[in-house]
Structures are given as structure tokens and as C-alpha cells.
């Protein structure tokens, strides 16, 4: 969960199974946008995900979601396949991978 001024403004939700890790949802109220808390929600997400042991961190994107796919492209993802039609307007979803450094530091952030 992230806060401004005591208001939670965005959140970001994952899961550790073994050595890989998922991010499941990402958002942050548009009016609270572009101030660094989409960043700062994922970094949180990759240090928690590395403590508990995971060495990769995968995310689904669609292919349309520039701004998304800038900050992921920031923490250093990389492309690691695509799901051909995966969202119900029938864009791809990327499959983006971030790797974890042990201390869970984001490289590029
Ligand atoms: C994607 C999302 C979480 C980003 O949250 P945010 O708090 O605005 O992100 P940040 O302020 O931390 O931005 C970090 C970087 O991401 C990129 N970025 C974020 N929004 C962007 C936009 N609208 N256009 C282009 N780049 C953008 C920029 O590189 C930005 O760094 P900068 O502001 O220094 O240029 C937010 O736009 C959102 O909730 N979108 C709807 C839900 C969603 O798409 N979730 C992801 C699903 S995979």
C-alpha cells in the first residue's frame, strides 16, 4: 500500500512460489499518478519477493500500456514472451521478467 498524506493513494499485489515470484495487480489512483509511487510500490514488491527467497519477478502487460511498460522497462524487466490476445480487447499481454538481486535492489530505478 502506498500513502500521501496519510491517504493510501496505490497498492500492489504479489505472490512467491519457490524461486519465482508474480506480480498480480499494480495500480495507483490516477489523480496521485507520476508522483513515484507506481515505482516505489514495485520496488517494495521485489525487495519483499527477494526476501523470501525469489531470484525472478514475472508480470503480464499489455502491450498497450505505455505508461506501465515505461516503469517496468525503468526497474530493468525485459521481455520474456508474449500471450497472443490475452486481454477481452484482444491486445497481446507481454510477459515481462525483473531480476532480483538478493538484497532485492531494483537495477535502473
Ligand atoms: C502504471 C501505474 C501503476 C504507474 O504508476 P505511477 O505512480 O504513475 O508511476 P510512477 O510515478 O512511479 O512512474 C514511474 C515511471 O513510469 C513511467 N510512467 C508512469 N506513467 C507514465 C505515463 N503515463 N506515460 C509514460 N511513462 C509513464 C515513467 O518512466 C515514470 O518515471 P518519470 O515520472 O520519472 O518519467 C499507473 O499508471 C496505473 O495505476 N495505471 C493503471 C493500472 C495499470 O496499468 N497497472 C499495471 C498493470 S500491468
Request: with cysteine.
Amino acid at each position: 500500500m502506498a500513502t500521501r498524506g496519510g491517504d493510501p493513494v496505490g497498492f500492489a499485489m504479489g505472490r512467491v512460489a519457490a524461486q519465482e515470484a508474480e506480480v498480480l495487480t499494480l495500480a495507483v489512483h490516477p489523480a496521485a499518478r507520476r508522483g513515484g509511487a507506481g515505482a516505489a510500490l514495485m520496488r517494495a514488491l521485489m525487495t519483499a519477493a527477494a526476501q523470501r527467497g525469489a531470484s525472478d519477478m514475472f508480470l503480464e502487460v499489455s502491450e498497450q500500456n505505455a505508461a506501465a511498460r515505461r516503469l517496468y522497462a525503468r526497474l530493468g524487466a525485459t521481455e520474456a514472451g508474449r500471450r497472443r490476445r490475452y486481454y477481452p480487447d484482444g491486445s497481446d499481454a507481454l510477459v515481462l521478467r525483473l531480476a532480483l538481486s538478493p538484497c532485492g535492489a531494483a537495477p535502473g530505478a
